[in-house]
């Protein structure tokens, strides 16, 4: 998102130091990229030319006279039914009409156009539709029945065309096998399934009172819930490359979103990864997902296929521009004909068609239990993201119907407000409330992906072989007090950035069920899975420890440490200064080195490190470190009687203050665990 931000104001003319290089440096590569697309025009004119043959060929053998308006009409009209059918055969004929399509109309007009699906007229638009495309097929056969022997060769050439396009876009998906499971194995495989900033407590299982995730809710009935499960960082990149090696921030060396090519290939040559250790037991890795999974092209954690956009580089954020800018080839190309001629077109494939990651997903896992290995599948989505664009019905699940504020149907705002940190303020009561509609709106959306993929893993006998995982990277600020939308910035609040879900079914439903209420992190799943799966659990270098003994009880929950991620902008705290080295735009520089990659300025690595806040929370304590000028100051809550951290108990001189702070002072320096037992949390409490 933010990438597509910058890359959106400077192509847009806004003054920034990003926008001022994109303009600089990579004009030619804007050029050409257009320049690029001149193939799949041709293809649409060549098309359109040999579709369209036939009626002008008739019209023009008949002559035309001056002012003659209905012979011209009638060719127009003959030509917009060829127009349809291209269209029709591209997108398919349920396509056509697809939420996709209509999400994308309704929010260029701002105009609610759901009634079409919601009184069915989408049904008889769609009937049209076909009759319109039967109408040219029948218009192309008489053409090639009457001028088969005069013109076999073109005859042939036409009507082939004709039926191979209709046939392409309404049968490409009947020709995709789905390979049937082999028989019950030793090892299982491991499925886990992600949203992007997805809150616990916006879970019916978590004690959510809206009805957001009736799937996941029955799903964790046949599960281990872990109720106070938390992220040891609240940003993408660094949170899933943590998940994956059970290593703090600290020592993966991935610290902020904007990573730089030494960093990335530091942790791409690190041995440890779940998926490189899961390789080396046989397994084949896979990880797809939408732009919120693009960390995994970014830094390479091992998995054998990464089917996710590399959206931070100067092409990718072209591409995605282009696609906007050129709706014509978006609704014509948006197949797979159309990514192999035009690689800008798969994000609009995508977004036409919301379901097609998932579908692909579940189909590579179907051809990788085919092959009798066993499997690590990873599927990461941003459905609960800013900007919330969930589309129809989740856009309007939640929300109020009488709301016609600015974020109806997504979450809006300025790009250039959030490269010049400006978001404080901009949202008013009522949008705030909208925003958050539109939040739980995107956890409906995954709670039915969820839904999908366990149909499916039940239909295909899967289930019987499957460890499946539910969980997140981080949590969501949603206007929290002190609190605004960027996920990175702080840990005031309350626990919501980083309090995530974590429910794990294993094959043989062993724990359904069970409720652990002992405090575990992101860095444990990695050694958690490792044993689950037949292997030995946490080594020395691994900072997580495996869960199995919290879930048996042999062992307690252990304190939760976390850092913030990239700070966009400062916070301003009554009588607190806070640091921030600079904006976001001239902190980071797209590197020619790196394919012209979004990379932090090695300047500024020190900087962004000093300015992160930290955090250690135990069951009942929590300890928050901010970077103050001129000296550090520390803020201590007690969550058993304070959820929301409105009482800053530091000066208050209770004696877990001091200890708190020694063992958050020796984390922040060393990356390593002091212990710290239940009698240390109740040691101290106020009277």
């Known amino acids: 998102m ?7 104001a400077a192509v847009c003319g806004i003054d920034n130091e990003l926008a001022t290089q994109v ?58 039914f060829w127009n349809l059918a291209l269209c029709f055969s591209s997108l398919g004929p349920i396509a056509l009409w697809s939420t996709g ?3 994308a109309l309704v929010r260029s007009l701002d105009v609610d156009l759901y009634w079409l699906i919601e009184r069915d007229l989408h049904v008889a638009l769609t009937g049209i539709m076909l009759l319109l495309v039967l109408f040219t097929a029948y218009d192309a056969g008489c053409w090639v029945a009457r001028t088969a022997r005069r013109w076999p060769r073109a005859a042939l050439m036409t009507g082939g065309l004709a039926v191979g396009l209709l046939v ?52 964790a009935r046949e599960s281990v819930t872990f109720e106070q499960h938390h992220s040891v960082t609240p940003s993408t990149t660094e949170s899933w490359t943590s998940t994956l090696t ?59 296929q990464t089917s996710v956009p590399d959206d931070e580089r100067v092409s990718s954020l072209i591409n995605e521009l282009l696609a906007t800018t050129h709706p014509l080839l978006t609704y014509y190309l948006a197949n797979p004909l159309g990514e192999r001629l035009l690689p800008a077109m798969k994000g609009s494939r ?31 989505l941003r459905f609960t993201h800013p900007n919330y664009d969930v589309g129809y019905p989740y856009n309007k699940r939640f929300t109020d119907a009488g709301y016609r504020g600015k974020s109806r149907f997504s979450m809006q705002f300025d790009p250039d407000d959030l490269i010049q940190g400006h978001l404080e303020g901009l949202f008013p009561p009522a949008e705030r409330r909208h925003i958050v509609d539109l939040y739980d709106g995107g956890v409906s959306k995954f709670d039915d992906t969820v839904g999908q993929v366990v149909e499916h893993l039940e239909r295909t006998g899967l289930a019987r072989d499957t460890i499946l995982v539910i969980t997140s990277d981080h949590g969501e600020a949603l206007f929290q007090p002190d609190t605004a939308l960027a996920v990175e910035r702080n840990f005031f609040g309350g626990d919501q950035l980083t309090h995530i879900p974590l429910v794990i079914r ?41 869960l199995v003994g919290l879930i048996q009880g042999s062992q307690p929950g252990r304190p939760v440490y976390a850092e913030t991620g990239f700070q966009f902008y400062p916070l301003n705290l009554p009588g607190v200064e806070l640091p921030l080295p600079e904006r976001v735009d001239r902190m980071g520089f797209f590197d020619p080195s790196d394919s012209g990659r979004l990379v932090l300025r090695p300047s500024f690595h020190d900087a962004i490190l000093a300015a992160k806040h930290r955090m250690v929370r135990t069951a009942r304590w929590k300890l928050i470190y901010l970077p103050a000028r001129p000296s550090p100051v520390y ?28 063992h958050l002072d020796h984390w922040m320096e060393t990356g390593e665990e002091l212990p710290w037992s239940d009698a240390d949390d109740a040691a101290g409490a106020p009277p």
Do not use: K
């Open 23 to 80: 303009r600089r440096e990579y004009l030619r590569e804007l050029v050409w990229a257009n320049v690029a697309l001149l193939p799949g025009y041709a293809v649409l004119c060549a098309a359109h030319t040999l579709l369209s043959w036939p009626l002008e060929r008739r019209r023009l053998a008949r002559g035309t006279p001056p002012g003659a308006v209905r012979p011209f009409s009638r060719s127009l009209l003959a030509a917009l």
């Open 506 to 546: 294993m094959p043989d439903r062993r724990w359904a069920g069970a409720r652990v209420r002992g405090l575990s992190r992101t860095i444990d799943l990695m050694p958690t899975l490792l044993e689950l799966s037949g292997g030995p659990g946490a080594s020395p270098a691994v900072d997580g420890v495996s």
């Open 2 to 8: 933010v990438s597509s931000a910058i890359f959106t």
């Open 101 to 103: 399509n209509l999400d």
């Open 168 to 219: 392409l876009g309404t049968a490409w998906p009947a020709w995709r096998g789905t390979p049937l499971p082999r028989a019950r194995r030793e090892r299982p495989h491991i499925l886990i399934l992600g949203s992007d900033a997805l809150r616990a407590d916006h879970l019916g299982t978590y004690g959510y009172p809206r009805p957001t995730s009736p799937h996941i809710d029955r799903l």
């Open 350 to 380: 995508a977004a036409l068609h919301p379901g097609r990651i998932t579908a692909d997903f579940l189909e590579e896992l179907d051809r990788t239990a085919a092959s009798g290995q066993p499997f690590l599948g990873l599927l990461f």
């Open 246 to 304: 059970g290593l703090y921030p600290i020592h993966t060396g991935i610290r902020y979103m904007f990573v730089t090519r030494e960093q990335a290939e530091r942790i791409s040559a690190h041995p440890r990864t779940l998926p490189r250790i899961l390789r080396e037991r046989g397994y084949e890795t896979f990880v797809s997902g939408d732009g919120s999974a693009n960390n995994f092209a970014s830094v390479d954690l091992g998995f054998d």
């Open 635 to 662: 803020q201590l809550y007690d969550l058993s009687r304070d959820p929301s951290q409105r009482e800053d108990l530091s000066g208050r001189g209770l004696p877990v203050f001091g200890r708190l702070v020694r």
